[in-house]
């Protein structure tokens, strides 16, 4: 359709201008991590009117509109994991004592599973402040699920794969 031609074309650009084919899996996933967190904003409509549009739950949303909820980060950075190559899943769970349905990622790397969060790291950017200058956060990125699951997330721990290794990648 016109609209999954819309994301893959925008999918595409972002891995032109963020990736190179000579990068590890790593390499990629941190860019793609940093683009991700640093240029969507998070759509609060959400929360204003009880539910975002359509388009902001999945990679239309970030991608298109520049704005996504949760489900909206974690299937955007799915997408653009696996374009890069690098094998990515979502997952589905709660966060906030169990009171709010909440989404992230999982990423395998060289045989390790971590645990990567690129909404609970996303920078509400400010029009005024230049993106070049904007620190990524990295409190989320590539955690064991044992973090995960101090920081208040829970997901179904027998159908997903344990996350074990750390690697934040501060730079």
Same mark, same amino acid.
């Given at each position: 359709?016109? #609209? ?5 074309? +925008? =999918?595409? =650009?972002?891995? /032109? ?9 790593? #390499?990629?996933?941190? =860019? ?5 967190? !640093? ?15 359509? @388009? ?16 909206? $980060? ?9 374009? =890069?190559?690098?094998?990515?899943? !979502?997952? @589905?769970? +709660? +966060?906030?004592?169990?009171? #709010? ?27 005024? $402040?230049?993106? #070049? ?6 409190? $989320?990125?590539?955690? !064991? ?5 101090? @920081? ?10 344990? /996350? !074990? ?7």
């Amino acid at each position: 359709s016109g #609209e999954e031609k819309e994301v893959l074309d +925008a =999918a595409m =650009a972002v891995l /032109a201008a963020w990736t190179a084919l000579d990068m590890s899996g790593y #390499e990629k996933e941190r =860019a793609l991590y940093v683009w991700l967190t !640093t240029h969507v904003a998070y759509d609060r409509s959400h929360y204003k009117n009880r539910g975002a549009p359509r @388009t902001s739950y999945e990679p239309y949303g970030p991608l298109i509109n520049g704005k996504g909820v949760c489900l909206g $980060y974690a299937e955007t950075f799915r997408l653009l994991m696996d374009m =890069a190559g690098v094998e990515c899943i !979502t997952v @589905t769970g +709660a +966060a906030f004592r169990n009171r #709010e349905s909440h989404a992230w990622n999982m990423v395998k790397l060289n045989g390790k599973w971590y645990c990567a969060d690129p909404t609970w790291d996303h920078i509400d950017v400010d029009q005024d $402040y230049p993106i #070049e200058q904007l620190m990524p956060l990295y409190e $989320y990125f590539n955690v !064991t699920s044992q973090y995960m699951a101090d @920081t208040d997330h829970q997901w179904d721990y027998d159908n997903t794969p344990e /996350a !074990t290794a750390e690697d934040r990648g501060c730079p």
